[in-house]
């Protein structure tokens, strides 16, 4: 790596200062230090390379995996890694195993509902990975509707366990991580039936393999669902199918922190309140909104570099050509994503702390931010990680043609991205959630609710319906409340107006069906007003570096006036701006894109994502693009003969005209 | 085959005639009977299969495609299939070849850019496949800029040959399909230099290896470019890398229809005008738009029968839960791509009549409609790309969870399908040459040089930038004229006030490069108003067959009210229309949504594809769905064993907490 740094003139040329970025950026310098030891830790070992994985059929993918996970772990007990450093470690192997579901579900959620008798039992044996476990809550006949899952635990009195069993081949398991080839164990969500009744659904940790020969046990029918969207991607792990033919297990196997099925069959409800679960919901959100930040962050630092090193038309006189990044078309489609790659950052900083709020709320009996909390949460994955899938797959078209080659590492970074759009609560569906809590809150304000947290400033409604913009000058937009302002009158238009609509039906959830689509904007345009004023909130805070802050401004701009120019639509129609301030805006973002352009190397430099979490040919950090593109080319197992295999057989024949009695 | 057909409940709302419309789509009855007829003799060959292909290592997929294009060859040969047929056979192996480019680049290169004698030579060679050709333009530092390229064939009158030379690395061949491990032969295109003068770009015909052993020749470094975006997708393409060390090759390779090099290294023109090589872009570009309208059709005809089977929530008193169809969310995004894939069908439609028209007026030495045709094909292939690759991977998403298999078929379809996102000009460059038409020909208004085709209506813009629209009601948006209109005016503000803005610039290019973005928006506002206009008035024809024009109709409505509603801020704010009339645009798309509703399934077996085609367990005829997901799980290569390759190595230990000695 002792080479020549082909972008160094870009890195001279930044107004600010990179190595405070990198702390802001982390969260802070513990967060940093410990981010860059581990990510250096796993680039530097030649068992953690990914840049073979690409030409590695099924199976040799799947055992280098293993094989991959079985390292980690090691290095894990022989280096005494903490938790986090755990985690940050199988995070930058960037490999999805089985492993990831044992420590992201199903620990947590033994954790979030088992008794304290049951995690005494199964969190030291998960903890230690003598059993392994993975999460079975998804059919194949059914996701969104948890409550239409159709597999039943029947409880048996007589021998005082549970049958769980797949009535219908819809009720398979289907797409669980880990489950098809791995697992020894599941958390199995099924609907609990005592005494005949239908209890709804529950979860109960089943055992599915044997810890002797890892053979299924009686019952259990279980395997791989088969191959999924791109080369490697998350073909590296064995979602499952699974089915049961009235498999036994003990009543304390249902997970009975909130329920309970006493020894006589008797469903109960314990004293601890059902809303803890949804404490977990929040976490889990949260996570996903900072994976979109990094996910998004490795596209657009790789579209970055590569922009700079690419050079397209424009020579003068037979001399160099111009660096596509200084091309507006360019700089128009990647900044924004620059900027909201920030922008999710910091959303996600700030769900963090939300997360410690509820939680702390919970443990004191104050359920009164849920609602709000739930919705948020959902708004705020359904956003960050449409925009993220979209920004990845549109960096990769800003790469050209080369970005089509899986060694510049948008392809699998989108196939491995994408389902994020789709597990945890199908974008839509949660947009329709969201949507459902602003709808309630706007028709509780007459009755004097106070509208809390994100939806806060529904409460000023009035005043917002009258909202008008002041915008006389481009330079106008750079102030945080115009922009605020703005955003607020606009969501606020927009839900009130569905409401009114709404209020027209006689049937309330008929409406609901038929102004869906309009719902769904409208809680869209909610959700990116948080992210906004989450943005700006966090520039409000102190912010040490010399010119980070001024940076930072120049994006959540940029952020903010890009998604105004993208829903120009939203803010006409509702009236909060018009057509003269919506041309200022688009004026002003012109001219931050130049202000930003010297910056963005070093602005992408500032995620400190290491060449091997990056596994481009494109992004590599010292921008030796094509001699890299060169020698990748040749490790195609093609190349390994000069002739290829085939070549006697099919292709012969026909040169010699030979065809006719070629045996095909 | 012989089973139920779960769609049938489906089939029977139809309002129309299906079986009419399956002609309207295919453009005649021969199209028809021609199409269906080799889909069905490509459909029942089991050579032909594709649902294996997914977990197929590199030379397994290179192997088996070398294969089916000997085995599609012997079949042509056999039943002496004419050009037409061949073609479409070699569509609906549906499996990227080699053969694609000889056929649809080196081949027509010939054609158009050789002499008589050359063609003479060469075409019986290349018509028999006695050699295989690939088209070698693009280089690894080099693809939208043609007059970049850096190879150099210079002319040695010693000799009279040229010597073709890489002189850099960037000069390198890079991504030429069939380049990499198959072609003989390669049209180059180099940079002539004859007596030390630069003469710019031009093709030369130039064999790359021996046919004898298909060795390369010597000089020649040649291979493979390595893997591409998806599980098979474009890896079944030998896209290759190719380099020169003065190689030479006889003068009467270049291929001089337009251009020759004299026995004494004279460069001169010949007498045939260099426009007729922009007759065949016009035609290529016309393939890839009608080849979008069968792509997008292929997702949508997918994801449209799937929502028909799968059913989610609404669940009352243990019923059938609803079909995914009959939610306006889903609805909102689906039909609007079902619209568009008939618009660009209809759009294609008509460039073949361009592409005629234009070839007649080249022989007639007429080139006055050549800039414009040029513009809109550029336009067009630009639009109907960009489109169709978000269309499939929304198509996708609209399928779930299980969208993500794949053997739902989309994500092979959708890596398959966006390098046309790419290639034959990068999207945002094409919009880029439409806007600097526009703009020209805007600036010509003045002196009286009359707008052709589809810039015809700039001639109207005194008038168009005084449009205000008169809708009052809903229904209003029905009329044709209404939309038109409404289209026309947006268009020609958009352009006429970026052209004004330009206008401001002293350096021309300067102002062109720092609006480009709003370039870009603008050129968009005209292309989509071609489209708009194209379905409008293929429904000004005679459409015979029950109620297939109405069908139309309400798609044709949609796809343009969908694109006022996604583009509303242009309408507002060039005051086309005001908020009140775009809120009734709205709410005709909900009731255009229903009125299609219970046609849906009928309107995508209008498309005619056959299971073969679609390759997808979610889009199959029949709607037997879960079974057949549940059946093609099991043969993935991980299901070949109950306990996976790797588990006793790296799993077992870890279980049997034995990992301290065991060998990673």
């Known amino acids: 790596m002792a080479g020549v740094d082909y972008l160094a003139f870009e890195r001279i040329k930044a107004q600010f200062d990179v190595n405070e970025l990198k702390i802001v950026w982390a969260g802070s310098r513990e967060e940093f230090e410990l981010s860059d030891r581990i990510s250096r830790l796993v680039a530097n070992d030649p068992v953690f390379r990914k840049d073979d994985r690409a030409s590695l059929d099924r ?54 509902q088992g008794t304290d008798e049951q995690q005494a039992k199964w969190l030291p044996l998960a903890n230690k990975m003598q059993i392994i476990g993975c999460y079975a809550q998804t ?28 009535p219908t081949l819809t009720s398979s398991k289907w797409w669980p991580g880990g489950l098809g080839k791995i697992s020894t164990h599941a958390i199995v969500y099924a609907r609990l039936i005592t005494d005949g009744q239908d209890q709804g659904v529950h979860g109960f940790i089943v055992q599915l393999r044997s810890l002797d020969d890892h053979l299924p046990l009686s019952g259990i029918t279980v395997g791989d669902i088969g191959m999924k969207f ?9 979602n499952g199918v699974l089915s049961f033919d009235h498999v036994r297990i003990p009543r304390n196997q249902m997970l009975m922190r909130v329920s309970q099925v006493t020894r006589e069959g008797k469903y109960v409800q314990s004293s601890v309140p059902r809303q803890l679960i949804y404490g977990t919901m929040v976490y889990v959100r949260q996570a996903i909104v900072a994976d979109a930040s990094t996910a998004l962050s490795r596209a657009v630092c790789i579209a970055t570099r ?16 111009t660096q596509v990044i200084d091309y507006k078309t360019q700089q128009a489609r990647l900044f924004p994503l620059l900027a909201s790659a920030y922008a999710f950052r910091f959303v996600s900083e700030w769900l963090k702390w939300l997360y410690t709020d509820v939680t702390q709320r919970l443990q004191a009996n104050d359920f009164s931010t849920l609602p709000e909390a739930h919705a948020c949460t959902a708004g705020l994955k359904s956003l960050t990680t449409t925009a993220t899938a979209d920004g990845i797959e549109e960096c990769r078209k800003l790469c050209g043609g080369h970005g089509y080659l899986t060694s510049s590492g948008l392809p699998e970074l989108f196939a491995v991205y994408v389902p994020a759009c789709t597990y945890e609560g199908d974008n839509t569906v949660l947009l329709l959630q969201v949507a459902r809590h602003l709808v309630k809150t706007i028709s509780q304000l007459g009755s004097g609710k106070k509208p809390v947290g994100t939806t806060a400033y529904l409460a000023r409604v009035e005043q917002l319906l ?6 006389t000058r481009a330079e106008d937009w750079l102030k945080p409340n115009v922009v605020i302002e703005a955003f607020e009158a606009r969501a606020a238009r927009m839900n009130v107006a569905v409401a009114q609509n709404l209020s027209k039906f006689t049937n ?25 004023s989450k943005f700006i909130e966090k520039l409000q805070q102190d912010i040490p570096g010399k010119g980070v802050k001024q940076q930072l401004q120049a994006l959540c701009s940029i952020y903010a006036l890009f998604l105004l120019h993208k829903h120009l639509g939203d803010f006409l129609s509702t009236g909060c701006i018009n057509q003269k301030q919506g041309s200022l805006a688009n004026e002003l973002l012109r001219s931050l894109y130049s202000q930003v352009r010297p910056n963005a190397i070093a602005l992408v430099d500032a995620f400190n994502h290491s060449d091997h979490l990056l596994g481009s040919t494109l992004g590599r950090y010292d921008g030796n693009v094509y001699p890299k593109l060169y020698e990748e080319a040749w490790k195609d197992p ?16 026909i040169l010699r005209q030979q065809l006719r009695n070629a045996r095909l």
């Open 466 to 471: 009258q909202y008008q913009s002041d915008v």
């Open 638 to 653: 093609l190349n390994d003969s000069v002739v290829p295999d085939g070549f006697h057989q099919y292709v012969q024949p």
């Open 508 to 532: 309330p959830e008929e409406g609901f069906q038929e102004l869906s689509a309009d719902l769904v904007e409208a809680a869209a345009a909610h959700c990116q007003l948080i992210v906004v």
């Open 230 to 238: 791109g080369n490697a991607a998350y073909n590296s792990m064995d």
């Open 59 to 112: 199976k040799e993918l799947f055992k280098n995996t293993l094989r991959k996970a079985a390292y980690a772990w090691k290095k894990i007990i022989e280096l005494r890694l903490t938790e986090q450093e755990a985690n940050k470690l199988r995070t930058f192997v960037d490999q999805p195993a089985f492993t990831d579901l044992h420590w992201g579900m199903f620990v947590p959620a033994i954790k979030g």
């Open 306 to 321: 590569y922009s700079a090193v690419r050079r397209q038309f424009g020579s003068q006189n037979g001399g160099l050509e």
């Open 139 to 166: 059919e194949l006949g059914h996701g969104s509707n948890v409550q239409g899952l159709e597999t039943t635990a029947t409880f048996d009195p007589q021998t005082d366990e549970f049958v769980i069993h797949s």
